[in-house]
C-alpha cells in the first residue's frame, strides 16, 4: 500500500503473530540494476516487517520485484540503498564473510527448479547441507520430515518432480534454519503435485515454526497465507491479513 506521494506504508502486524518476535525489519529499501546504458528500478522504497512463525506469500507479475526481495531477504543480494535487519542485526552493514555465514546458519532455500545433484542420492543432496551447518538434522530426519523416507537411496532421475521440491524443501530444512524462501517451488508442478509441495510447506512451518515466505504468480495460494504482500512495479502495493487460512488441500487455481 502506498500513500498519495506513492512512498510505501508500514503495515500492521498480523492478529495472529507475535508483535515481540520480530525477525526481519526492511526499511526503505530500494535495488537498482545497471542494464547497459538504462538503470532499472528492481525496488523502490520498500518497507516491510516478518515475523517469526509467519506463513506470507509475495504475490505480483513478472518483474514486479518479488525475488529481488526474496533474494536481498536471503543475504543473496544487497540494496542499492535502505536497510535490512534480522533480529537486530544490520545485514546492510556487514561483510561478504559475514552475509555468508547468515546464509549458512539462518535461511533455507527453495527454488522453481531443484537444483539437486544428478550424480548423488537424495540422502546424499540433503548431507551437502547437514555437513557444513552447525546444528543439523541427519538427513534421514529432514527427508522423513517431508515423506520420503522410502526414497533416501533414489537418485533425483528416479524421483518424480514432486519427490524431487520435497529433496530440495528437506536440504533447506536439514540446517533448521530460522527461514525459509521459496521462489516459485511450485511453478514447474502440476496442480496435484504443487499441492503436496505447498501441504508440505505448510507443516514445516507449523511444526517447525520456521518463518517462510513464499513467491508466486498464482493468486490462488494466497489464501494459505497469514499475509500476501501484493507487489508491482518494485512496490509493495496492497498487505492483506487473511483471518482464516485454507489448508493447501483445498486450494484451488
Keep these: 500500500m502506498v500513500d498519495k506521494q506513492g512512498k510505501q506504508l508500514i503495515q500492521k502486524t ?16 530500494t535495488k537498482t540494476y545497471q542494464m547497459g546504458e538504462v538503470e532499472v ?6 518497507n516491510l516487517d516478518l515475523y517469526e512463525g509467519e506463513f506470507i ?14 533474494n536481498i531477504l536471503g543475504g543473496l543480494d544487497v540494496p542499492t540503498s535502505g536497510q535490512v535487519r534480522f533480529r537486530n542485526r544490520d545485514l546492510t552493514a556487514v561483510n561478504d564473510q559475514e552475509l555468508t555465514s547468515f546464509r549458512r546458519e539462518c535461511v533455507g532455500f527453495v527454488f522453481q527448479f531443484y537444483n539437486l545433484i544428478p550424480s548423488l542420492t537424495a540422502r546424499e ?16 530426519e529432514a527427508l522423513g520430515w517431508v515423506d520420503l523416507s522410502n526414497r533416501l537411496d533414489h537418485f533425483p532421475a528416479q524421483l518424480s518432480g514432486g519427490e524431487q521440491q520435497r529433496v530440495a524443501i528437506a536440504r ?3 540446517k533448521r534454519p530460522e527461514v525459509l524462501l521459496c521462489d516459485e517451488p511450485t511453478g514447474a508442478l502440476d496442480f496435484q503435485t504443487g499441492k503436496l509441495v505447498l501441504e508440505t510447506l505448510e507443516r514445516v ?33 496492497h498487505i492483506h491479513c487473511n483471518e482464516t487460512k485454507i489448508p493447501p488441500a483445498q486450494l484451488e487455481w
Excluded at 528500478?41 to 520498500?46: D, E, F, K, S, T
Excluded at 506469500?57 to 526481495?69: A, C, E
Excluded at 543432496?125 to 534421514?140: C, D, F, K, S
Design 205 to 237: 512451518n507449523r511444526q517447525l515454526k520456521t518463518t517462510t515466505a513464499v513467491i508466486t504468480h498464482n493468486a490462488g495460494i494466497a489464501a494459505m497465507a497469514d499475509r500476501v504482500i501484493t507487489m508491482r512495479s518494485g512496490q509493495i502495493i
Design 57 to 70: 506469500v509475495l504475490l505480483g507479475p513478472s518483474g514486479s520485484g518479488k525475488s529481488t526481495l526474496l
Design 172 to 174: 533447506a530444512i536439514a
Design 41 to 46: 528500478q528492481a525496488l523502490r522504497c520498500v
Design 125 to 140: 543432496n540433503v548431507a551437502l547441507v547437514t555437513e557444513i551447518a552447525t546444528h543439523p538434522m541427519r538427513p534421514r
Design 14 to 29: 498480523p492478529a495472529t503473530v507475535n508483535r515481540q518476535s520480530l525477525v526481519f525489519e526492511v526499511r526503505e529499501v
